[in-house]
C-alpha cells in the first residue's frame, strides 16, 4: 500500500475506534438511567447530588460546548438555553443555573433531553467521521476527557439517586436484583520500607491533569491493611459509643456529628434491634462481613483513631498498590487517605475553560483513592485521585487502615 493510503487507512480505523468508545460511553449512561422513571430523573435530593436528568443533559453540553462548538463550522447549537441550564462550574463558559436548583427543571423533559443527546451524538459521530486528519488530534485530545467526565457522571448517577431514594420512606430498589461485587477480604498488612518512591501517572494513557506530575515522594516504614475496613468493624465501632466520644473526633467532624445526628453510616437503618443497609438492590440485611460504606472522612479519622490506628497518606496508598498486594483496592468502595487534596509539585492548571476541569479544587477537600462498585469499567488506575469534602458520605466511600512501627 502506498505511504498515503496507508495513512488514510490507519486515520479511518483511528475514527472508527473512537467513534465505537464515543457509542459506548454514551450507551453506558442511557443503559444506567433505563431503570428510572421520569419522576426518578427530576429529583435532586440535596445540593451537592444531581438529578439523574440532569446528569444525562450536562455531559451532553460538555460535548456541545467544548467539542462541537469550537470544531464545526456554523454548528447550531441544539437550543441557546441549554448551556445555562446543563452547564455544571465552567465560569469561563459563562453564566449558569444555581446548583442547588437543579431539581426544579421540569422542562426540558426526559424525551427533549434524549432529542438533546441524538442529536449530539450525531453530530460528533460526524465530526470524528469527517475531521481534516490535521484536526483531529486535537479533536480526539477532547473527545477524550468528555469521555471520561460522562464516566465520572455515571457514576454519580448512581450514588445521587441511591441518596434520593434514602430520603423515600418506601425504601425503592434501584434494581431488585443488584448484587455487590464480590470481596476478597484478607488479612494482615503490605510492608512498605522507608526510602523514595514515586507517584502519580508517568503518561502512555490517559489521565486526568491532578494525576501529573509523577514526583518523589519520602515514605516512612509503614503497613497498610490488605483489606478493607468491615461492617462488622466498624459495628464494633458503633456499639462501642465511637459516635458518642468527642475525643474521637476532629473538631470540625464532632460538630457535624452532632448537627446531622450521625450514628452510624449514612444508609444503616435499626429495624427492632436488627441492622439493615439501604443498597442499590434496597434495603437489606447489613452484610457483617462487606467492607463499610457511605462513610464520611470525619467517620474514617474517628475510627481510625478508635481503632488505634491511622489512614494512609495517599502516597503510601499508591505505593502500597502498585506492589498489587492490596485487596480489593478498585472496584469496591473508594478509600479515604489522609491526604489534602493539593497540586502535586509542578502542576499547572491548563488554560481555559477546561482548565477549571480540577485543579480550581486544590483547597479544602480530602483525596480518596481506588474506586468503587459504581465505578465504570475501565475508569480506575492507581494514579486515580478522587477527592471530597470531610463531611461528604454519599459516595460509595469506605476506608483501610494504616500504621507505624511506634
Ligand atoms: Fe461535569
Known amino acids: 500500500m502506498p505511504p498515503a493510503a496507508l495513512a488514510a487507512s490507519k486515520t479511518d480505523e483511528l475514527r472508527a475506534r473512537w467513534c465505537d468508545a464515543f457509542r459506548a460511553v454514551r450507551a453506558e449512561t442511557e443503559r444506567r438511567a433505563a431503570p428510572l422513571s421520569a419522576e426518578d430523573q427530576i429529583i435532586q435530593s440535596m445540593p451537592d447530588a444531581s438529578p439523574i436528568k440532569w446528569h444525562r443533559a450536562h455531559t451532553t453540553w460538555f460535548f456541545e460546548q467544548f467539542l462541537l462548538v469550537p470544531n464545526v463550522p ?3 447549537v441544539f437550543d441557546p438555553r441549554f448551556a445555562f441550564l446543563f452547564n455544571s462550574y465552567y465560569v469561563a463558559a459563562g453564566p449558569r443555573h444555581a446548583r442547588p436548583q437543579r431539581g426544579l427543571i ?15 451524538n450525531a453530530a460528533v459521530e460526524r465530526l470524528i467521521a469527517e475531521a481534516k486528519p490535521a484536526a483531529l488530534p486535537e479533536i480526539l485530545r477532547v473527545l477524550e476527557i468528555g469521555l471520561h ?17 434514602s430520603l423515600n420512606p418506601t425504601n425503592p430498589a434501584y434494581d431488585k436484583n443488584w448484587q455487590p461485587p464480590p470481596v476478597e477480604g484478607g488479612e494482615g498488612y503490605v510492608e512498605l520500607t522507608a526510602g523514595i518512591h514515586k507517584i502519580g501517572h508517568e503518561g502512555g494513557a490517559y489521565c486526568f491533569d491532578n494525576e501529573t506530575p ?3 515522594e ?19 465501632f458503633v456499639t462501642d459509643g465511637g459516635y458518642m466520644k468527642p475525643t474521637l473526633w476532629l ?11 450521625w450514628e ?4 444503616w437503618r435499626q429495624v427492632d434491634g436488627g441492622w439493615f443497609s439501604l443498597t442499590l438492590g434496597g434495603v437489606r440485611p447489613l452484610d457483617l462481613a462487606a467492607p463499610v460504606m457511605h462513610v464520611s472522612y470525619f467517620e474514617a479519622e474517628a475510627f481510625a483513631r478508635w481503632a488505634g490506628k491511622f489512614l494512609p497518606t495517599e502516597a503510601e496508598w499508591e505505593v502500597a498498590a502498585r506492589t498489587g498486594n492490596l485487596n480489593d483496592a478498585f472496584g469496591i468502595a473508594w478509600q479515604w487517605t489522609r491526604s489534602a487534596y493539593l497540586p502535586y509539585p509542578g502542576y499547572r492548571a491548563a488554560e481555559g475553560a477546561l482548565g477549571e476541569y480540577n485543579g480550581k479544587f486544590m483547597v479544602n477537600q480530602m483525596v480518596l483513592r481506588g474506586s468503587s462498585l459504581a465505578t465504570p469499567a475501565n475508569h480506575s488506575r492507581v494514579s486515580y485521585r478522587n477527592f471530597f469534602y470531610p463531611p461528604h458520605r454519599w459516595q460509595f466511600m469506605g476506608l483501610r487502615l494504616s500504621d507505624y512501627d511506634a
Not at 109 to 119: K, L, Q, S
Not at 218 to 235: G, H, Y
Open 74 to 76: 456554523g454548528y447550531k
Open 106 to 120: 421540569t422542562r426540558p423533559t426526559n424525551e427533549e433531553v434524549a432529542a438533546y443527546r441524538a442529536h449530539v
Open 149 to 165: 467526565h460522562e464516566e465520572q457522571h455515571q457514576e454519580l448517577m448512581l450514588t445521587d439517586i441511591l441518596h434520593a431514594f
Open 214 to 216: 509523577a514526583h518523589q
Open 218 to 236: 519520602l515514605i516512612q516504614p509503614v503497613r497498610i491493611a490488605r483489606s478493607l475496613v468491615t461492617n462488622l468493624e466498624w459495628l464494633e
Open 251 to 261: 473538631s470540625d467532624g464532632w460538630a457535624t456529628a452532632e448537627r446531622e445526628c
Open 264 to 267: 452510624a453510616p449514612l444508609y
